[in-house]
């Protein structure tokens, strides 16, 4: 189940309280399943140098303090804007609410024998208190907390709400607790055991906290200030409002100067508690009854039923019919208290100035009141017989309950059984829980500490992909200049490329035009040397043929013939020689003309044959 927030293992599930300091809440502590109250203190507040001081008293008195009558602490947390006190949790709420309630569907007020209840446990918290050299200063209603054992302040399950006190299910027969609460104005006193500080609620704070002491022109009290708000709140208790009231401060303080407060006529108030009321309602502090005064007195030791009840309305004080006043720095008017109109009336009362009893008018009084009081005893007495017979039928019930009783006693020692063996294994449940809660917050720790590492880590490689892009980003450009730079390259030697093989092609075409033409030349060259030579055979055919003819006719000229013959051999060598040197010629005498479309021949030799 959900809750308004979560501190840790305590679970806060409603607002129950708010003060103009702090919020209360229930809540629930998931470890244990108890209910838990918790005060929540804005951190902001406490840079308040008063409201920081007061909530470092209220830590250390809470953990000092250890009476079942004071709330304990129990726990403290800590978040970034807020403090958290972790309490005792009080289901039946505070006294202020249980007496609005009681006063609603009751239509009357709490009995007495319920106030000596409340008061009987509140005096344990509160003289404990002063014991440790502490004062509360702000005892009220609202700072008295009531927890009723019929409802246990523990979930069953997680899905449950704690359960809330139902005010018509309960009542103050049944067992239950006072816890007083709210040490926000608590201080230890120091060596003097007197303190200066104004503070705490006016309608139940003491004249000497809101008055000054004339002669010391300041505010002067001890621990007797918490008595005097002990009496208030008795008072409130019973007649429904505080003693003193009014619409602001200054009339309210002009009254608690006065000293005067009243009781209401119609109610049937006991001595006892008029008596107890009054020695705590004293305006001087020392006038004011002590601890041993206050554990001894009657309407604490007394049983109820003992109580000497008293008809307001038969005693005149001032012509007032429906209130009767009472004087907190005077007690002779306080004289009616003690009436000693029946014998049972022996008990002596604090504050009481005997002497005014032998006054004659209020003699006279008591005499008329003796006359009324024995019709009251007579009717009273008729009342006893019916209680009686009530009583009867009531014990024949008891019987009859008593039988029932054991019945379920019965059962509930089998349920007790069953409860032992649930018990057992919720300890057995439980003590898994916590190993499952240890190990989940060791996880919880190895998770957050391996989150922080991967956090790192992410961060380191965001860092080293942003470098790498920014890298890849230089690459690209770079590569995109290279590739413009190799394209611009690849385009012009391309063109160079295509250029050269234009002219290549050209060349070659060229070329094979020149081969071609020195093919042709060669072939005419070679026609032209056939032709020489079968010119030159004949002529040197010719010349032989002439020189065997000379040879023949010329017999007798030998020796000139050979002479000239030796000549005429000299030349056909020189023939031969120069047949040899025009083919070389003709074969590579030849020259580039690029005017003339390509080449020329040229052969003199041949130009002049």
Known sequence: MKGIKQINNYRLTRLIGKGATAKVYEAIDDKTKNVVAVKEIESSRLNDPRIMENFKRELK???????????????????????????EYCNGGNLFEYKTWYEKNKKCQINELFIQKILKQLIVGLEYMHNNNSIHRDIKLENILLNFNKFPNKIERDDQLPQKVVYNKVSLNDPFQIKIADLGYARELEGTGIASTMCGTPITMAPDV????????????????????????????????PPFYANNY?????????????????????????????????????????????????FLTKNVKDFNFLDLETIDAKGDKKNLELNVKNCDNFVWLDFKQHDKLNMKIDKINNEAVNDPKI?????????????????????????????????EEKKKQEEE????????????????KNEELKKQLEEEKMKIEKEKKKLEEEKEKNKEEINKKLEELKKEKESIEEKKQNINDMNKELISNYE???KSEIEKKNQIEKELQKKN?????????????????DKKILQIKKENEEKILELKDNLKINSENNNNNINDNNNKNENENDGLE?????????TKSIQLDYEINEENDGFEVIDDYMESQ
């Open 509 to 525: 075409i060229d070329n094979k035009l020149l081969e071609n033409k020195i093919k042709l030349i060669n072939d005419e060259n």
């Open 405 to 420: 009783k054991k019945k379920n006693e019965e059962e509930k020692k089998k349920q007790e059984e069953e409860k032992k």
């Open 250 to 298: 200054k009339e309210l303080f002009k009254q608690i100067e006065t000293g005067k407060y009243s009781l209401p006529r119609k109610m049937k108030l006991s001595t006892e508690i008029i008596s107890f009321i009054n020695g705590l309602l004293q305006f001087y502090p020392d006038k004011r009854i002590d601890w041993k005064q206050i554990k001894e007195h009657p």
């Open 488 to 490: 611009e390259k690849l």
């Open 210 to 241: 809101a008055l000054q002491d004339p002669k010391e022109d300041k505010h002067t009290y001890n621990t007797k200030a918490d008595l005097w708000s002990l009496g208030a709140i008795t008072y409130e208790l019973l007649i429904g409002k």
């Open 574 to 582: 020189d023939w031969e020689d120069l047949d040899a040197k025009e």
């Open 363 to 395: 003699k006279t009084i008591i005499e008329e009141n003796k006359i009324k009081n024995e019709d009251v005893l007579k009717a009273i007495e008729e009342e006893k017989k019916k209680i009686e017979e009530e009583k009867k039928k009531i014990e």
């Open 61 to 87: 008195l809470l953990s000092k303090f250890k009476n079942s009558n004071i709330i304990k602490i129990l726990d403290l947390q800590k978040t970034k804007h807020n403090l958290y006190l972790i309490l």
